[in-house]
């Protein structure tokens, strides 16, 4: 069976203050492509959203507090997108290969659409602790749907439980989308990995912890 086309869920459009409010979010997130988030000037983010000083005023007292809002955003496209990507059902018949793959690069491509954002986040994660509470929400439920996923392919794996085998593969795939975006696609020793070469090596380093009978057998906090 072919494995499904994964899609990343948008928040709907609605009123025309929301498509403003829409507008000024989405010309912040296109700007941190080319410029860190403290090089910005309310000024620049209002001349791409093609609104005025006075609209973004009037929803935001300063820069951070429009990040806040981003973030916001993010996460609940974040956690929509997780409960449809990984919904028990979506994979009846599809290989674990498959699965892993797709789903891996699915979310490499979605980090480079996003790059610029990522770094800011990665970055707040460290010294906010809004962002950070918001961050390990989301991380929290694409921990249960992944668990809910491993649990129903209970026979195929050797990783013990399935709560803290989902955790950990959080922890393999964002930890190393994380470095691989603040050092902006090149490792410590200055190898450049390319998406698909990314998706590859990533998808075999979760399969084989998956799937590996290693000595000392497998973690089981979390069952």
């Not at 093609?50 to 806040?68: E, I, M, Q």
């Not at 906010?128 to 961050?135: N, P």
């Not at 050797?158 to 989308?177: D, H, W």
């Not at 470095?179 to 410590?188: D, K, L, N």
Request: charged share 25%; proline share 4%; hydrophobic share 45%.
């Amino acid at each position: 069976m072919s494995p499904p086309e994964l899609v990343w869920i948008r928040a709907p459009q609605q009123a025309r203050s929301q498509a403003t409010l829409a507008r000024l979010l989405d010309a912040t997130e296109e700007l941190l492509d080319g410029a860190p988030f403290d090089d910005l000037s309310v000024q620049d983010i209002c001349k791409a959203a093609k609104s005025s000083v006075g609209a973004f005023y009037a929803r935001f007292a300063d820069k951070t507090a429009l990040l806040h809002v981003l973030h916001e955003r993010l996460c609940d496209e974040a956690k929509a997108t997780a409960a449809d990507a990984l919904d028990v059902e979506r994979w009846r018949g599809v290989s674990l290969r498959d699965l892993i793959g797709v789903t891996v690069g699915f979310i490499v491509l979605e980090y480079r659409q996003r790059r610029g954002l990522r770094r800011e986040l990665i970055r707040r994660n460290s010294i906010d602790v809004a962002f950070r509470a918001r961050s390990m929400d989301v991380g929290a439920f694409t921990v249960a749907r992944l668990a809910a996923l491993m649990a129903d392919r209970a026979g195929e794996l050797r990783c013990g439980a399935p709560v803290a085998a989902a955790e950990m593969v959080n922890r393999l795939l964002f930890g190393t989308l994380d470095q691989h975006a603040t050092f902006v696609e090149h490792g410590p020793a200055g190898v450049h990995l390319a998406d698909d070469d990314l998706t590859r090596e990533l998808t075999r380093a979760i399969l084989a912890y998956l799937t590996a009978d290693l000595p000392g057998g497998p973690v089981t906090a979390g069952a």
